[in-house]
C-alpha cells in the first residue's frame, strides 16, 4: 500500500517512543554485522548478508527483548494486536522468543530479510519460524512471494 493508505493524522510525536537498542531474545550486548553493500545503513545480528561468515566487520550495539521493551513502556502483553517486525535477521529468534513468551499478538508482519540472499541456511531458518507460528495458531494470509509475510491469529 502506498504511504497514503495510512492516515496518521491523529498520531502525535509525543506518542512515539525510540528504544536506542536492537530487538533480540535476550539482554545483552551483541555484534551486528555491517552491510555487504557500504553505502547501506542496516546492519544485521545474523549475518546472512555475508553468508553467516564469522569474520566479517561488526559494531556492538546494546540489545533488548521484546517483553522488557514493551514491560519498560507500561504495555501490557495482551494490549498488542499487531507487531511488525523489519529487523535485519533478527527477526527468527525475535519470534522464538514471543512465542516461549506467550506473546502472540493477532497479527504479527515480518520480513525475513535472510530470503533476500536465498540459501539453504536461510530457508531452513525461515522454515523453522514459519513453523513454529503454524503450530501456534497463525495462519499466514499473504506473502509478497519474496520475504514479506502477514500471519493472522484468530481470538481463542
Do not use: C
Request: a negative charge.
Amino acid at each position: 500500500q502506498p504511504v497514503e493508505a495510512y492516515n496518521l493524522s491523529k498520531v502525535d510525536k509525543s506518542q512515539l517512543v525510540l528504544v536506542k537498542k536492537a530487538l533480540w531474545d535476550e539482554q545483552t550486548e551483541i555484534e551486528f554485522y555491517k552491510p555487504e553493500i557500504e553505502s547501506h545503513v542496516s546492519h544485521s545480528i545474523v549475518n546472512w548478508q555475508h553468508d553467516y561468515d564469522d569474520d566479517t566487520d561488526y559494531i556492538e550495539v546494546k540489545a533488548d527483548t521484546i517483553t522488557s521493551i514493551i514491560n519498560n513502556q507500561g504495555i501490557s502483553g495482551n494490549d498488542i494486536s499487531l507487531i511488525k517486525l523489519d529487523i535485519e535477521g533478527a527477526e527468527i529468534e525475535v519470534i522464538k522468543y514471543m512465542i516461549d513468551s506467550g506473546l502472540t499478538p493477532k497479527q504479527i508482519l515480518v520480513e525475513f530479510d535472510e530470503l533476500h540472499n536465498p540459501s539453504d541456511k536461510a530457508f531452513e531458518r525461515v522454515d523453522k519460524a514459519h513453523n513454529l507460528l503454524l503450530k501456534n495458531g497463525y495462519e499466514l494470509i499473504y506473502s509478497d512471494g519474496t520475504a514479506d509475510f502477514l500471519y493472522y491469529k484468530e481470538d481463542i
